[in-house]
């Protein structure tokens, strides 16, 4: 029967609803807008920006604290990390079956989704969120099955949400997880040579992926922007692109010399390891999967041969402080973690890095080697406060944490607004990340309760059955799993695991034909697909209906499953029987308050013809679904 109620939902014209309904009508600007919210509609609604959806406590709470007063309230509390929970998940599975083995993702992704439907920290999730399709770091390709390396880059994320954009971009800097997902860990300097008299790069250049996507994804964008995003230009009318590839270059050569830090003496297997980590066994040769788990702690004989780098979830620091794979400090040059010492550096905004004081190279002295490395850390952080002070940081990161959390087509006023923020929160500070939020979240276009009819924003597919789960106050299952270990089969995305660094979408992708026409924007529409919209269909059927165990013309049981999470039938069961209550109900928990009457017609009248012979709980169970996978769901207004 389920195949053909969703018929009947996707049926529903997307072009056909009122445009009043899908993307609101043409709304009033005011200057104030409200600090509470007016209905617990408007509180689920602020709810589906700041988190995931909220439950009947939730709302309540908004409306008692208001929505300056929530914001404060989810400032003051600890950020729910991720890595610690998921190391003990994996060494109590390795513990109890080795050959589990301590590298699947199946746990990370168990993990993330758990710590959604429990964290009460939803406003520090949903920005790690939305920063981590920024600042993309991805276990597709080199980081797979590195499960705790990505889950400690959400941690910087959850660190840092509250925090200094320049101390973040700084953390993702020297992040292990970055370094090998853009490949500036161990970075090689160029090889100078002198040819007739001047320094020459003989055969090799520093790795300029970090140093081309830092500025182009990650800080400033490709041209030179207003603070309302709009583009400038020069005398003739043309944009101004932000770097060139020179600029590129020597970016790269300043973002040489990071590797692993070492924490000083350790054993590793049957390695000693000393102050500056060169090994002294007898079998000396770290993996390059340095996010892998402690060996010490969890290699396994025959199973897990790696020997991991004690120090591979820290900070990335400068060389001489890391050696490995049996060599000594005279033969690290070979692997040229070292930092570029030569010849003046040009950043952005002219600024300069001068050469090395010291030669920084294989045979430096011991005395020298501390300079080598304050020269180092100099550079790179020269790199990030010249990304960081960029005018251009404002108007982007502003424009894209209101897509990430309001709407895909914020208006230019309302990128300025955030933009003056984020250059100075009142007191002088730049960049605080706290302010920032707050004044995406508490703008009145955010808290207009009548939004403007290009308002709003396509949920992703993750988001929609996060959302239901959370309204109905799902759980994970007896045995601890969510069950969502490959999201993107369904959903064509999971958390950290986008395709490139260009994330599962672009900012500015606009869907062909009506959108596109009319210059909107629809960055989530990417993943859309006649394919996905059948699989996020079925998966969502799938997942509310699990454990339910309907029988035909029998009696409907429950068992809730052993291998996924779970909506606790009391709280279906509470649901109002009539159709039309049952509806209103349901428009308000899932939809606050504005299911069009059209939608509300035809599902009241799903309730009394097709379904009038169910029971209760399938009733309400086949209206959520089909509310979930509906057009108007599908847009967050």
């Known amino acids: 029967m389920h195949r053909l109620l969703v018929l009947l939902v996707l049926s529903f014209p997307l072009t056909g609803l009122a445009a009043d309904h899908v993307f609101g009508g043409a709304g009033a600007s005011f200057e104030d807008p409200p600090t509470h919210p007016s209905n617990d509609a408007e509180a689920v609604r602020f709810l589906l920006q700041a988190g995931f959806g909220g439950d009947a406590a939730e709302i309540a709470e908004v409306q008692s604290l208001g929505y300056p007063g929530w914001i404060e309230a989810q400032i003051a509390l600890p950020p729910s990390l991720q890595r610690p929970i998921l190391e003990q998940t994996i060494a109590a599975a390795v513990e109890a079956e080795p050959r589990n083995g301590p590298f699947y993702r199946r746990h990370r992704m168990d993990q993330w989704f758990k710590t959604q439907l429990s964290a009460p920290d939803v406003l520090r999730q949903k920005l790690a969120y939305a920063l981590s399709q920024i600042l993309v770091v991805s276990d597709s390709g080199t980081l797979d099955n590195n499960p705790v390396g990505i889950a400690e880059y959400n941690d910087i994320l959850l660190r840092n949400a509250f925090g200094n954009y320049k101390t973040l971009l700084s953390q993702v800097t020297h992040s292990p997880a970055m370094g090998v997902f853009l490949s500036h860990y161990r970075n090689q300097k160029t090889d100078w040579t002198m040819v007739n008299g001047a320094l020459t790069p003989a055969t090799i250049q520093p790795d300029e992926n970090y140093a081309r996507e830092v500025m182009q994804l990650f800080s400033i964008g490709l041209i030179e922007r207003e603070l309302d995003f709009s583009p400038l230009r020069d005398s003739e009318g043309n944009t101004i692109p932000t770097y060139d590839q020179d600029l590129i270059t020597q970016t790269a050569r300043a973002l040489t010399g990071l590797s692993l830090q070492c ?375």
């Open 263 to 637: 924490s000083g003496a350790a054993t590793v297997g049957n390695l000693s390891i000393n102050r500056n980590c060169n090994c002294t066994g007898t079998a000396c040769n770290f993996s390059d999967r340095v996010f892998s788990l402690n060996a010490a702690r969890y290699a396994v004989p025959g199973i897990v041969t790696a020997v991991i780098h004690p120090d591979g979830y820290a900070p990335m620091m400068c060389f001489p402080r890391f050696a490995d794979s049996g060599r000594s400090m005279a033969a690290e040059d070979g692997y040229a973690v070292l930092p570029e010492p030569h010849a003046d550096k040009t950043l952005l905004a002219g600024i300069t890095v001068a050469p090395s004081p010291v030669a920084c190279h294989s045979g430096t002295p011991a005395a020298d080697r501390q300079t080598c490395i304050t020269y180092c850390e100099d550079q790179v952080d020269t790199v990030v406060t010249s990304l960081a002070e960029h005018p251009n940081v404002a108007p982007f990161m502003a424009r894209q944490l209101i897509q990430r959390l309001v709407t895909s087509n914020p208006s230019p006023g309302y990128i300025q607004r955030v933009a003056q923020v984020f250059v100075d929160d009142g007191s002088g500070q730049r960049g605080n990340l706290t302010a920032v939020v707050k004044a995406v979240l508490l703008d009145w276009e955010a808290r207009n309760e009548q939004p403007a009819q290009d308002f709003g924003k396509l949920r992703e597919p993750m988001l929609r059955l996060l959302a239901v789960w959370r309204a109905f106050d799902a759980v994970p299952s007896t045995t601890g799993i969510v069950g969502l270990f490959t999201p993107e089969g369904v959903y064509q995305q999971r958390p950290l695991g986008a395709p490139s660094v260009f994330n599962f979408y672009s900012p500015d992708y606009k869907p062909p034909g009506e959108m596109q026409t009319a210059g909107l924007r629809s960055p989530e529409m990417q993943i859309t697909s006649e394919s996905s919209v059948v699989t996020t269909s079925d998966d969502l059927w799938l997942r509310l209906f699990a454990g339910y165990g309907f029988q035909s013309g029998g009696a409907t049981t429950f068992n809730p499953p052993a291998n996924q999470a779970y909506i606790p039938v009391a709280g279906i069961d509470a649901l109002p029987d009539t159709s039309a209550e049952l509806v209103e109900a349901l428009n308000q928990r899932l939809m606050y308050g504005r299911m069009s009457d059209f939608m509300r017609s035809q599902l009241i009248g799903l309730v009394d013809g097709p379904m009038a012979t169910a029971d209760a709980r399938r009733k309400a169970l086949n209206l959520i679904h089909l509310i979930a996978i509906s057009p108007e769901f599908v847009v967050q207004r």
